[in-house]
């Protein structure tokens, strides 16, 4: 595990108490030069306001005394886009065994041996600009053709389900399944308690039919999809509340720390990864049932 050479002082990390948190993610950065309807960092009552910034400095330091009182050992770095803050990204990195990156791939696929990169597409090329803006989806193309694909960097695109840009689930697949990365991935959206985006659907049951199709494009493409048939088992409707319960009470991803941007540039937790005022009875997030699968069967999560 790395080590911090930061010196001087500075100031000491906000207290989270004395609790172990293996995994933790960190938003490094609340600027991003993308504005996706569906994405949950932005929403109202989560800490987003873009000049509640921490410099380089002091944010290493914190990472690293919160990595030493809490134990964290695998870090999910975010944003906002965290790329816009990528040297800091790539410095903070070794101080964890584990590291990753959501990044939505305009400013390049940033070269990270050894760690994960996600990137976010949402569905091919016309569907997703509509989402992401336009020119989105070439640019994140040229991106991912122009990076060293055997510097030993896992990247998965990742496709987040909605409502509106489900029906892109084999299109997007066909349309990338030849691209050098190291797979596709899939999560559902997470809705806010009130959701009144139309993002999120209001019977479980016609989402379910989602998953089906999620399965049928692992099914078809089992080395390519980076899906667990068991883990999107637990996403349907008779099943999910045992994984999530009403308020989070079972929900595996809890145990992460979550650490956005807050007031004065100060790290606040929110109540889950996905922010402050989530639905957890409509849960999308596909890693909060894939933890449960393997952990109910002893697994490591791998897709």
Known sequence: ???????????????????????????????????????????????????????????????????????????????????????LVLRAMPLFERSSIVT?????????????????????????????????????????????????????????????????????????????????????????????TGLGWEDLRERDLVVDRVMGVKRRFPERVKANIGALKLMKSGRCMEVTGEHGETCGLRQMLPLYMGEGGNFERTFCCYGNNVDCTRCGAYAVFNGAYHRAAGTTEEG
């Open 104 to 196: 939505n791939g305009t400013y390049g696929i940033p070269s990270a041996p050894g760690h994960l990169v996600t990137v976010s597409l949402d569905g091919p090329r016309e569907m997703n600009d509509r989402i992401r803006g336009e020119g989105v989806f070439d640019r994140v193309k040229k991106s991912v053709f122009e990076r060293d694909a055997d510097d030993g960097t896992t990247v998965i695109l990742q496709m987040t389900l909605t409502r509106l840009n489900a029906d892109g689930i084999e299109p997007f697949v066909e349309e990338v399944k030849d691209w050098p990365v190291t797979g596709i991935a899939f999560t559902f959206y997470v809705p806010s308690l009130g959701d009144e």
């Open 1 to 87: 595990m790395g080590s911090s050479t930061q010196t001087g002082a500075t100031r000491e990390p906000t207290d989270f108490g004395e609790r172990v948190f293996r995994g933790a993610l960190v938003n490094v950065t609340n600027v991003c030069n993308l504005s996706c309807a569906h994405c949950f960092v932005f929403r109202a009552d989560n800490p987003n306001r873009p000049k509640d910034k921490m410099d380089d400095a002091t944010m290493l330091a914190q990472l690293e005394q919160l990595r030493d009182k809490h134990g964290i050992r695998s870090m999910l770095f975010m944003g906002g886009e965290p790329m816009v803050r990528r040297d």
